[in-house]
C-alpha cells in the first residue's frame, strides 16, 4: 500500500485497502472556518444531537472575513464564538491564529498519519505533514461533528517525483504551478498525489505546505509527503504525541495510476495566467504585463520563508508608483517572527502595506479588491474569473519572488533580471 | 428517483468562484444566494433557471474552493440536477448532501444544446435527451447515495438513520 491507503485503512480498522473502496474512516480532526463554519453548525442544530462527538477534535479558526468588514460578517463571527462557547471548542479568533492551514500545523492539531477533514478545499496543504487530509462541505462537517465519521473512496493515486536543486529565486511555488500546467485542473480528479524524490527530501515543509496546498488545483482528493526528520523538527513541541514514522511510508511495491518525473534544475519562473491555474507559462513569456496591485500571502505563500524571499527582492527598493503592493503574513507567529526579523520594516519602507493574518484578497471577499480592468500578480492559488473582485479583472499566479519582483518594476517580472538591472 | 428538464449547458472547468463569487459567502439564506447563482458567467442565469432546469456541465464542473454556498446557490435558483462529464469531488460531494442530484456522463456535452428535454433515472442509470431522441447508460450511483439524495440531503439522511 501507499502512504493513504495506509493511513485510510487504519482510520478504518482494515488491514488492508484498495483504490475504489469506500471506508468509513474515522475522523481524527476537523477544522472549519468562517465563511463554511456558520452553515456548518446551522447544519448541525438541525440533526439534533446536543454535543459533538469529541470537543477535543474540532478546531474553529476565523480567518477569511477577518477583522468582519461587514455587519453580516460580524453575524457570522459571532454565532461561530457562541457555538464554540457552547461546545468547549477550540477557536482561533482575531489576532490569535491567523490562516487556518497554517495554523493548524503551528497549534499541532496535524499529526502524521491522522485523517484531517476541513470545510475548506485547502485543507489537503496538511499532506505536507504525512497526514492524510481533504476538503469537505459544510453540511458534511456537520455530520462529521455528529458522527466523528466520514465515508471516503480509497483514491487511486499518481506519484510525483521530482529531482534537481532549485537555482536562486525558483520556488516550490514554481515546481507546483509547472506540475498543474502540465497536468491540468482536471489532471489528478478525484486522486491522491504523492510528492516524492530528492528535492522534496530537501524541501522545508513551508516549500512541502505550498506544494501539497495546490494539489486541490489539479483536481486531488489529496497531496501527501511522507513524512521525516524535517517533518518532526517542525512539529517537535508542538504536538502532543509524535507517531513513528515507519508505518507511514508507501511500501516499495505500492501501486500508482502513474509516476510523473520533474527535474526543477532548470526550471525558470512560472506564472499561471488568467483564469485557469493550468494556463502556466515561464515567466520570460510573459514579462511586461502591466500590474496594478502584488500580493505576497495566502495559505499557498504566506510563510516566513516566502516573506524573507520577498523581502530579499524588495529590499531598498520601492514597489513602483501606480502598483499597490499588500503583504499578509500567514499566521499571528510569522508576524511576529517577520516583526523580529525586520522584515515589515523593509515591506513597509518600500511601500507595500502589511495587513493582519488573514485570507485578504485571495478570495475577493475582504481588502484588496479588484476593479475592472485591472491586473493583479499575487501568491496565491486560484485565478478564476471573479476570484478576486470584479469579473473583468485578471490575476497572474506566481512565486513570493517573482511577485516582489513584479511589484517593483510595475510589470510582471523575473526576480533574477530585476536583481541583474540592479 | 426520476428528473426531467430542459437544459442549460456550460463548458469545461466551471469553478465554484464564477457559480459563486466570494463577496455573497457572508449570505446565509439559500434564496439569496440564487440571486447571485452563476454570476460569474451568466447574469440572467437565476432567471432562466428558475422554471426548472437541468445543468449540463463539461469535466471538472464546480472546481476549485469548498463553499457549499456554490450548488446551494444552484439548487434554490431552479436547478433539479446536474449532469457532467465529470466532477470536482468536494462539488460533487457538496450537491448530494445539500440533495441536488448530480450525475457524470460521458459523452454528454457534446450532444446536448441548451433547451434541449433531458430524463434521468437514478435508480436505472439512464441519460435520455429526449430531443434528440439520443440516451446514455452511466455508472449508478451507489444505494447509500441514492437514499441520502432520496431522503433530500445528508442531514435528513442522518436524522432518519440516527432515529433508528
Partial sequence: MNITEKILANASGKKMVQPGEIVDANVDMIMVHDLTGPLAIEAFKKIGTEKVWNNQKVVMILDHQVPAESIKAAELHKTMRQFAKDQKLRIYDVGRGGICHQVMPEQGHVIPGTVIVGADSHTCTYGAFGAFATGIGSTEAAAVFATGKIWLKVPEAIKINVSGKFSKYITAKDLVLNIIGILGVDGAIYKSVEFTGPTIREMSTAGRMTVCNMAVEMGAKNGIVEPDGTTSKFLQGRVKTMPAFEALKSDKDATYERTVVFNVAELEPQVACPSSVDNVKPVSEVNNVPIEQAFIGSCTNGRIEDLRLAAQVIKDKKVKDGVRALVIPASQEIYMQALTEGLIEIFTAAGAVVCGSACGPCLGGHIGLLAAEEICVSTSNRNFIGRMGSKKASVYLASPATVAASAVAGKITDPRTLEAKQ | MKVTGPAIKFGNNIDTDVILPGKYLVLLDPYELAEHALEGLDSNFPGKAKKGIIIVGGKNFGCGSSREQAPLALKYSGAKCIIAESFARIFFRNAINIGLPVIECKGISATVDNG???????????????????????????????????????????????KK
Fill in chain 2, 116 to 162: 434541449d428535454e433531458l430524463t434521468v433515472d437514478f435508480e436505472a442509470g439512464t441519460v435520455q435527451n429526449l430531443s434528440k431522441g439520443k440516451s446514455f447508460q452511466v455508472a449508478k450511483l451507489p444505494p447509500f447515495i441514492l437514499e441520502i439524495l432520496a431522503d433530500g440531503g445528508l442531514i435528513e439522511n442522518l436524522r432518519r438513520r440516527m
